[in-house]
């Protein structure tokens, strides 16, 4: 019989990664859980236990009496749960037979195979979480460093989830006296209410604009920053990506050319977490192998977030590190005067005035203030937020797009007031604003968003 798949099925997945290790656990959520893992628990009785107990005894094959593993078996009751439901976690040993022998157990006793990221899901639906919280579970998964794990757990602690929530409220209010205006015009004036509106959005609006000053540093942590090592051939870029990766990633000789392809390594730099690329050499070439290279030096170009120029400080500028200078000026970047160690023919104050930028001279080879370039990229991005114990960032698109959007409803209720449009119609943006709101946490979220948005989860989270 085809089982059909429901929000109330008792369902079952491995929570670890699949392979060898100390332990594996298989998690079930439902109300059937307890009495599925008890027929084939041999040990005490599951259904009689405490909550939130951790149980001895042996996963048995109920048809042949075969011993599949010792365990220990935490079990969890409704509510006080991460789905709200009953929980039960099977801890075996870790590995991948046995703990595949348990899933199908599992599945063939009454539970089903959970979908990904329907645990978390579950979660929401229920009431224990938001959508900002539930994806900071995924951002906690998937964190690279300290600060973005920090981040993501202010997340799930519900910090943007209530700030939120009082913009919500503060625009609820508004309507509540537009609706009173509407129903009992005697009591009130349009021009009262039309002003009230206005100053609600403006007051939206600047918290809102607040929120999306932290998007560039929230989604470099979440993601990534794209970073583009360039510079002229044999100038120090596989040197330099070296030391950050803190291994010989790329080849280093004193061939300029060596680096025929873009090389890309993700990084901590004093928790700023970059995926570099080492890019080949940018010049003019006649080798077609070499010229490939260069074309994807300049794609990596446009596509990154930060640069890091690499500059001979050993020679003066030569045409060629000048179009670099130019093609990178409305770049986030960091500018290196590498080889210092054979001389310093360029002028590093001189250059920082010229260029607008951040000028660090080094010598790669003598790992000469290498850390100075650390705190540099440091600082470009997280100047004023790094250090702030309160600070809630906005960390994906979908929130950036959607604070953007409820934005632009607001600037749309001003425009409409200024021009005296009736309090009636300037309601509809306003009211637009708070459901764009609510599409941040799920309050007022399409059931596809919510399907797109767990499908990107793992299987057992």
């Known amino acids: 019989m085809v089982q059909t798949l429901t929000e109330f099925d008792t369902i079952a997945a491995i929570s670890t990664p699949i392979g060898e290790g100390g332990i594996s656990i298989v998690r079930l959520s439902g109300e059937a859980a307890v009495p599925i893992v008890n027929q084939i628990f041999k040990g005490k009785n599951l259904t009689k236990v405490p909550s939130h107990t951790i149980n001895y005894g042996h996963i048995i094959d109920p048809e042949t009496k075969q011993v599949i593993d010792e365990v220990m078996v935490s079990v969890m009751r409704a509510p ?3 789905t709200r439901e009953d929980i039960v976690e099977i801890n075996c040993h870790g590995g991948i037979v046995v703990t595949n022998r348990i899933l199908q157990l599992l599945l063939g006793h009454g539970a089903r195979m959970a979908d990904a990221g329907e645990f978390t899901k579950r979660a929401f639906m229920n009431g224990r979480i938001d959508l900002t919280q539930a994806e900071s579970v995924m951002d906690i998964v998937r964190a690279k460093t300290d600060k973005a794990r920090e981040v993501a757990e202010k997340q799930l602690e519900g910090g943007l989830l209530t700030k939120i929530q009082a913009m919500r409220q503060e625009i609820l209010d508004t309507l509540a006296n537009v609706e009173v205006n509407i129903d009992y015009p005697e009591y009130d004036a349009d021009t009262i209410t039309a002003k009230q509106m206005a100053g609600v959005s403006k007051s939206v609006i600047a918290k809102i ?6 998007a560039s540093e929230g989604t470099a942590l979440r993601n990534g920053l794209a970073t583009a090592i360039i510079g002229q051939p044999n100038v120090g870029k596989s040197s330099l990506l070296n030391y950050l990766t803190k291994s010989d990633k790329a080849i280093v000789t004193d061939v300029a050319g060596t680096t025929r392809d873009t090389l890309e390594e993700y990084v901590s730099v004093k928790g700023v977490p970059l995926k570099l690329i080492d890019t080949a050499g940018i010049r003019q070439t006649d080798n077609k192998v070499e010229k490939i290279g260069v074309e994807r030096s300049k794609k990596a170009l446009d596509q990154a977030d930060l640069v890091l120029l690499l500059l001979d400080a050993s ?6 590190d000048q179009e670099l200078i130019a093609a990178t000026a409305n770049k986030k970047r960091i500018i290196i005067l590498n080889k210092t160690d054979l001389g310093q023919q360029l002028n590093k ?6 260029t607008a930028s951040e000028v660090i001279a080094t010598s790669i ?8 370039l650390e705190d540099a990229i440091k600082q470009l991005f997280f100047n004023g937020i790094e250090n702030s114990n309160d600070e809630v960032l906005v960390t994906n698109q979908r929130q950036v797009g959607l604070l953007q959007k409820a934005k632009k409803q607001l600037e749309d209720v001003i425009i409409a007031v200024n021009d005296e449009v009736p309090v009636d119609i300037v309601q509809i943006d306003l009211n637009g604003a708070w459901d764009t709101l609510g599409e941040i946490t799920g309050e007022s979220s399409p059931d596809e968003l919510v399907n797109e948005l767990f499908s990107q989860f793992c299987l057992g989270k």
């Open 365 to 372: 080879l003598q790992e000469q203030n290498l850390t100075q």
């Open 80 to 82: 006080k749960t991460f």
């Open 209 to 214: 604009e607040r929120l999306l000053t932290t």
């Open 349 to 354: 104050e001189e250059l920082e005035t010229t």
């Open 315 to 320: 020679h003066d500028l030569t045409p060629a």
